[in-house]
């Protein structure tokens, strides 16, 4: 059954703390990505990698970092220094990082920040 | 830019009838069109995509309508059903890899 897993649906942190937030494939697809939704908006991009140990920033990466060193895993730590943290985050990926193609989305954490 | 605001643009239609989500997208390099469902507290799901070379494609119950000249997506959902409840999202895409999100339209369906 493949598909995009993210973990955990829920996840509560008291401010100043780091937090990851989990995101595996097994779609064999190249390029992952990081999305943030905020009630009432659309995606936006924070961090995105078209192949391993390689990442750019998106359009709202101050405050998170990622890594790359697996093709099927691209974790997104949310650092203190982001001062909205609490949002949903969506993680997706697609078959290849270069030309336009479908992304597949995860199922999403909800990440709350008191 | 970015969307400002809480709320959603929202259509609201009968049960059975036809729906019209209308997008707006702000490159004209983009090649390539995506539409997406959204439910409540979910991942968003895949409906249709288009590329820049066609002006219309057919899926089941769904149809998307490309203006290049005016930069408008339309998404047309037949005999519209209370599942279909959910918010659209449109994105576009250049050869980049990156997709680029509108701020999505609710739909709800009224049985």
């Known amino acids: 059954d493949g598909g995009i897993t993210q973990s955990p649906k829920y996840l509560f942190r008291k401010e100043g703390q780091n937090v990851t937030l989990s995101c595996e494939q097994n779609l064999n697809h190249d390029a992952m990505y990081w999305y943030r939704q905020d009630p009432g908006q659309g995606l936006r991009l924070i961090y995105y990698?078209?192949?391993?140990?390689?990442?750019q920033k998106g359009d709202i990466a101050e405050g998170y970092s990622v890594s790359r060193e697996k093709k099927e895993s691209f974790p997104l730590t949310v650092t203190s220094a982001q001062k909205n943290p609490t949002a949903f985050y969506l993680c997706?990926?697609?078959?290849?990082?270069?030309?336009?193609?479908?992304?597949?989305f995860g199922p999403g954490t909800r990440l709350t920040v008191t | 830019g970015e969307s400002v605001g809480l709320h959603l643009p929202t259509l609201s239609v009968q049960e059975g009838d036809n729906s019209i989500i209308n997008c707006a997208y702000s490159n004209s390099a983009s090649d390539y069109f995506i539409w997406y469902k959204q439910e409540s507290g979910k991942g968003p799901q895949f409906i249709i995509d288009?590329?820049?070379?066609?002006d219309k494609r057919q899926g089941q119950r769904v149809t998307v309508l490309l203006n290049k000249t005016v930069k408008h997506l339309s998404l047309q959902i037949a005999a519209t059903q209370p599942g279909d409840s959910a918010v659209y999202f449109c994105?576009?895409?250049?050869?980049?890899?990156?997709?680029?999100f509108g701020q999505g339209t609710e739909l709800s369906v009224k049985p």
């Open positions: 997706a990926s697609s078959i290849r990082g270069e030309g336009s193609y479908e992304q597949y």
């Open positions: 288009i590329r820049s070379n066609m």
């Open positions: 994105a576009e895409g250049n050869q980049g890899g990156k997709l680029i």
């Open positions: 990698s078209q192949i391993v140990n390689d990442f």
